[in-house]
């Protein structure tokens, strides 16, 4: 079906991302070549939706164009050529050009082999047909939507489909996809999507850890994540991806806590709230199958071993300084990830006040003010370094003059 989105797109695109298709088309015009506006930027034009990037495509020399229009335009070109791409930069907006292309799988989970092809064989190799859709941009058919899967009746029905019965064996990562933007958009997998789903949950093993990561990664992006997770555990996605991952109402309330506690909602806060009710050993091994980069690994372990010691912090009169003492090693994501999904009022009290007070506890004197005081180097000074904060984080001590004459009764006693 070919209708006319062009209103949409004047109303939808701001205007310097509006000049610069226009400016593509007009190129791609002189080159007689065809260049489109394709994928995600597509449906939420026609979906009334803002969308940030641009994503075109060129039937043919895609390079060639990306630097006559970085050039024309002034914006910055990196060139990908060995995957026939470029992306320009232009004040906040990204776009990327590709070539079009066809592609075949040589085997479930393999990554394409492709070849330069229609706009047609472009969006054929695409997830769904709601982002299998095209808006020429050439100067004579600008504004023309390109739609051979029926991707706009789809967004109107509500509905993520698929293209072909193996499209999850191809690339069964879709699976994930389909429920982020089905859980995005409140559309619904249409029904035999949603059987074909089902048959080849399996094949989400043949999929390597960082391209399944990415898409969790992708998933906890979204507004609202828990709601993406609930629908892939309901489809047995998240027992495929590590056997103790749950996406339960359990997980939906404490992401709607790290939210509401304005925590920074870094992945590996996210991560380590994902994986709170595993074992340690669970932990090592979904670490491990998702190639979990340094900093969300240290979370997920971390959080593992902290709620070990949850206890200890429940005791009646602990001291701030035993406090920070039992949590100093452990990373900011695993402490708030205990804050938030801890059952005990107590616990999470003083996991927060460790959070926002405590562990930016400094003492006005340091290393060489303590050595100008008469304090040896050595080990020693780190011990009196450690009283001073600790007096500091209970209270003992308030000012600088009292640090000073903690100090000098410390040398009096001749310790
Ligand atoms: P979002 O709003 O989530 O960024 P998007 O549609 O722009 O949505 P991208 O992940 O940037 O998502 O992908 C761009 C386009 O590339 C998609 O619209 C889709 O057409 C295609 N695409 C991405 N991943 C796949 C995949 N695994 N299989 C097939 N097509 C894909």
Not at 175 to 199: C, I, N, S, W
């Amino acid at each position: 079906m070919i209708t006319n989105p062009l209103l949409r797109l004047e109303r939808r695109l701001s205007p310097e991302a509006l000049a610069l298709i226009q400016r593509a088309g007009a190129l791609a015009a002189k080159g007689r070549l065809r260049i489109y506006l394709v994928g995600g930027v597509v449906r939420d034009v026609l979906m009334n939706r803002p969308s940030a990037d641009l994503d075109l495509v060129v039937e043919g020399n895609a390079i060639g164009l990306a630097g006559s229009l970085a050039r024309e335009s002034n914006g910055r070109l990196v060139i990908h050529r060995r995957f026939g791409t470029a992306k320009i930069r232009l004040g906040s907006l990204n776009v990327d050009l590709a070539m079009a292309r066809a592609e075949t799988y040589a085997r479930p989970g393999a990554l394409p082999s492709v070849q330069p092809g229609s706009i047609q064989d472009d969006l054929a190799r695409r997830d769904f047909t709601v982002n299998a859709m095209a808006i020429r941009l050439e100067r004579g058919g600008f504004g023309q939507l390109v739609d051979p899967f029926g991707g706009q009746a789809d967004l109107d029905n509500r509905l993520i489909r698929v293209l072909h019965d193996r499209s999850f064996i191809d690339d069964a990562t879709r699976m994930l996809r389909a429920v982020r933007y089905e859980q995005r958009f409140g559309f619904r997998l249409e029904p035999d999507t949603e059987k074909l789903l089902r048959r080849d949950v399996g094949m989400l093993r043949s999929i390597s850890g960082d391209r399944i990561r990415h898409e969790l990664e992708m998933m906890l992006g979204e507004e609202q994540p828990e709601k993406a997770l609930k629908r892939a555990g309901e489809l047995g996605l998240l027992a495929e991806v590590h056997p103790a991952l749950e996406g339960n109402g359990w997980l939906a309330e404490v992401f709607r806590k790290a939210r509401e506690a304005a925590a920074p909602q870094t992945v590996a806060l996210y991560f380590a709230l994902l994986t709170y009710r595993f074992k340690e050993t669970q932990c090592e091994d979904f670490t491990h199958r998702l190639k979990t980069p340094g900093p969300v690994s240290q979370a997920v372990r971390d959080t593992a071993r902290l709620r070990q010691q949850l206890p200890s912090l429940a005791q009646p009169c602990l001291a701030p300084s035993a406090v920070f003492e039992l949590l100093q090693g452990y990373s900011l994501a695993s402490i708030q990830a205990c804050a938030i999904a801890t059952d005990s009022a107590v616990v999470r009290e003083r996991l927060t006040l460790y959070l926002t007070r405590w562990r930016r506890v400094r003492t006005g004197l340091d290393g060489s003010a303590l050595q100008k005081m008469g304090v040896p180097a050595g080990p020693e000074l780190g011990r009196l370094l450690k009283e001073l904060r600790d007096a500091k984080l209970d209270g003992r001590i308030v000012t600088r003059e009292d640090e000073i004459e903690l100090v000098q009764r410390w040398l009096s006693q001749g310790r």
